[in-house]
């Protein structure tokens, strides 16, 4: 998340990182995360050292502010998939999951992100025998036809290294011209619109409500325990 957002978003931003460190550790205390994470070398070479300092006490500081705290549902942690933008609105979550499992995980308009000067980007690459052969409700591509071949979304778009998941193909000059809409996969809550929320005054509490109805926030120690893992 960009560490110049607002307070109440980093602070929303905390508690679903910790919920889902939490629960990839609910295996046991030797469970070993192997996901890539952001080193502070990372953010010295995207921040500069002028702003470093500045920006890693930012995100510290929300990080502290939410200590122990994890979004929950029905008294288990809650699964909690961000994105940096959404299209104009948020995937549900059993088309995009093809689950029932998390019903917190709902289309919502995000009217805020469609105003963004990210939210359109387009790329050209050599033609290819390809096309959307299916999109959700919400307009992100479930599956794609290439050549003989059908691959999900979220491969063809990792595959071609696309800022979202909502895309769209067009013929031009003997090239295939690829529009995605917002940046990322869509999914559960959207920073960008989480970050005008704060700017209005909400609280983490309600963004958290807002993006993920029916949870709870929970003291993580608590839940993972119960679960029978190791706490943060």
Request: proline share 2%; charged share 25%.
């Amino acid at each position: 998340i960009p560490a110049v957002y607002e307070e109440e978003a980093l602070k929303t931003q905390a508690v679903l990182v910790r919920t889902q460190v939490c629960l990839a550790l609910g295996a046991g205390a030797d469970t070993i995360l192997e996901e890539r994470y952001w080193t502070k070398k990372d953010m010295q070479d995207s921040w500069g050292a002028d702003q470093y300092s500045k920006y890693y006490k930012r995100l510290e500081h929300a990080w502290e502010e939410t200590n122990g705290q994890v979004l929950t549902y029905e008294n288990a942690l809650a699964k909690t998939p961000f994105c940096r933008l959404s299209n104009g609105s948020t995937r549900d979550g059993r088309e995009a999951l093809g689950s029932e499992d998390y019903p917190y995980l709902k289309i919502l308009d995000c009217p805020l992100d469609i105003e963004s000067k990210e939210q359109i980007q387009t790329i050209t690459i050599d033609d290819m025998d390809a096309e959307v052969t299916g999109v959700d409700t919400a307009g992100y591509v479930l599956s794609v036809r290439v050549g003989n071949d059908t691959v999900s979304g979220e491969e063809f778009r990792t595959n071609y290294h696309l800022a979202s998941s909502c895309f769209s193909f067009q013929k031009y000059d003997g090239k295939l011209r690829i529009t995605t809409r917002g940046i990322g996969h869509g999914l559960g809550l959207s920073q960008y619109t989480a970050n005008q929320m704060a700017k209005e005054g909400k609280s983490m509490e309600e963004i958290l409500a807002h993006f993920f109805e029916g949870t709870e926030l929970k003291e993580g120690v608590e839940i993972v325990q119960v679960e029978g893992g190791a706490g943060e």
